[in-house]
T-cell receptor, first 112, second 116 residues
C-alpha cells in the first residue's frame, strides 16, 4: 500500500534549537495528522489539519496543511529533551473516520 | 483512564498457534481501526470496523487474519496458524460515531506479538 515520505529520516539537534520536518504524498489527502510515538507506546496525536493552507499550533508545535493537499509540515520551536521520539504524519481521504496512511517517520534526538 | 485499551501488551506464540488481540475503544467511540507496525516502519492500516460491521478490510491479509467488533465487548483481531512474519506491534485506534471529521483517531499502546 501507499506510504507517505517523510524527511529527514532522522535528526540530531541541540536543546533549544528549532526543528522542521515534512511529509509528501503522490496523491491528495483531505486531512493531515501529526503523531508522536515514544518507544513501547502508541502514537499520540499532536495536531490535526482539515483545510488546505491551514496553519495550526499546539504549544511549541506548528503544522501546516500544504496548499497542494499533497504535503504537510511540522515545526518544533525551542526543542527540549522530552521532544525525543519518532514523529509520524498521516493522511486521510475522507475525514478521519477512514483509514489513515502513515509516513515513514522522522526520528528526533535532542542533545543537551 | 478513558483511553483506548489493548491487551495483552505482549503476546508470545509458537508457529502454528492462534493469537487473539483485544481492543476496547474509548468511551463513546464506536469506530475501531487496527494497524500493524514492523520495526523501524510506520503503521499500516489493516481493518476498520463499526459495531457488528466490517467497513473496510482492504489492508487485511486474505488468509489467517480476521477481525470482529461485536455488539457487546471488545474488538478482536485474530491470527490463525501464526508464522514468524506475523511478529509485529499491532495497534488499535478508535473514533466517535458519525464520521465526525473533527474527532481524529486515538491509539492504544499496542500489543507486541512475538512468534517463536
Amino acid at each position: 500500500g501507499q506510504q507517505l515520505n517523510q524527511s529527514p529520516q532522522s535528526m540530531f539537534i541541540q536543546e533549544g534549537e528549532d526543528v522542521s520536518m515534512n511529509c509528501t504524498s503522490s496523491s491528495i489527502f483531505n486531512t493531515w495528522l501529526w503523531y508522536k510515538q515514544d518507544p513501547g507506546e502508541g502514537p499520540v496525536l499532536l495536531i490535526a489539519l482539515y483545510k488546505a493552507g491551514e496553519l495550526t499550533s499546539n504549544g511549541r508545535l506548528t503544522a501546516q496543511f500544504g496548499t497542494t493537499r499533497k504535503d504537510s509540515f511540522l515545526n518544533i520551536s525551542a526543542s527540549i529533551p522530552s521532544d525525543v521520539g519518532i514523529y509520524f504524519c498521516a493522511g486521510a481521504y475522507t475525514g478521519t473516520a477512514s483509514k489513515l496512511t502513515f509516513g515513514t517517520g522522522t526520528r528526533l534526538q535532542v542533545t543537551l | 483512564n478513558a483511553g483506548v485499551m489493548q491487551n495483552p501488551r505482549h503476546l508470545v506464540r509458537r508457529r502454528g498457534q492462534e493469537a487473539r488481540l483485544r481492543c476496547s475503544p474509548m468511551k463513546g467511540h464506536s469506530h475501531v481501526y487496527w494497524y500493524r507496525q514492523l520495526p523501524e516502519e510506520g503503521l499500516k492500516f489493516m481493518v476498520y470496523l463499526q459495531k457488528e460491521n466490517i467497513i473496510d478490510e482492504s489492508g487485511m491479509p486474505k488468509e489467517r487474519f480476521s477481525a470482529e467488533f461485536p455488539k457487546e465487548g471488545p474488538s478482536i483481531l485474530r491470527i490463525q496458524q501464526v508464522v514468524r512474519g506475523d511478529s509485529a506491534a499491532y495497534f488499535c485506534a478508535s473514533s466517535p460515531p458519525g464520521g465526525d471529521s473533527n474527532q481524529p483517531q486515538h491509539f492504544g499502546d499496542g500489543t507486541r506479538l512475538s512468534i517463536l
